[in-house]
């Protein structure tokens, strides 16, 4: 019987030894001090993700240009092929969005009553909505602090500016987005 006491403590003894793996939090909120999307925007963001399956996580992510008046906003399911609760992770993210604003830019002109060219400010306004595929690395430093990588290429399905640019009634354009974040994981 003491034999039995024995190696049944041993064996409880060598389960509390064993490295358990660190238990992360579900949610993530981050700022993106620089993110980049097509057509030249320029912006910070913010996001919030929810981890609802260990393989799947959900992200609202919301972008303020700081070039241009413009705000794109998006759905994403992240999808972790090998789990998402570890130090660094890997996702594929399709991503649905949808952008609004508008560009100024500066161009030369000829002006026939003054019979020469001079510089004028034009305002391009601009509406979209399209599909993105993002790759998306996330590295948990510490167990709250998070840095995170995405980049993506897609396709707007409508874009307004397409038309104004083209001239054509396609009305399709190419989607891209980059960004850099810090934040918290809870």
């Keep these: 019987m003491s034999c039995l006491m024995a190696s049944l403590m041993q064996v409880s003894a060598q389960k ?16 993106a001090p620089v993110q980049l999307m097509s057509n030249n925007h320029v912006g910070v963001g913010l996001s919030y993700e929810r981890i609802m399956t260990p393989y799947i996580g959900l992200r609202i992510p919301v972008m303020f240009g700081i070039n241009s008046e413009y705000i794109n906003i998006g ?17 594929i993210a ?5 952008g609004t604003g508008k560009r100024t830019r500066t161009e030369y002109r000829y002006n026939p009553t003054l019979g020469y060219s001079e510089l004028i400010n034009i305002e391009t306004p601009r509406t979209h909505v399209g ?3 993002n790759q998306s690395f996330n590295f948990t430093i510490l167990k709250n602090f998070y840095i995170g990588i995405d980049g993506g290429l897609g396709m707007n399905y409508y874009d307004s500016e397409a038309t104004t640019n083209t001239g054509s009634n396609a009305k399709l354009s190419v989607a891209a987005q980059l960004h850099f974040s810090l934040g918290y994981r809870f």
């Excluded at 759905?75 to 998402?84: D, F, H, I, Q, S």
Aim: aromatic share 14%.
């Design 16 to 31: 509390s030894l064993r490295k358990t793996e660190p238990q992360f939090g579900k949610n993530i909120i981050a700022f």
């Design 75 to 91: 759905l994403e399911a992240k999808l972790y092929p090998t789990r998402n609760n570890g130090p660094v992770k890997y996702a």
């Design 94 to 98: 399709p991503m649905l969005m949808y």
């Design 131 to 133: 599909f993105l595929l």
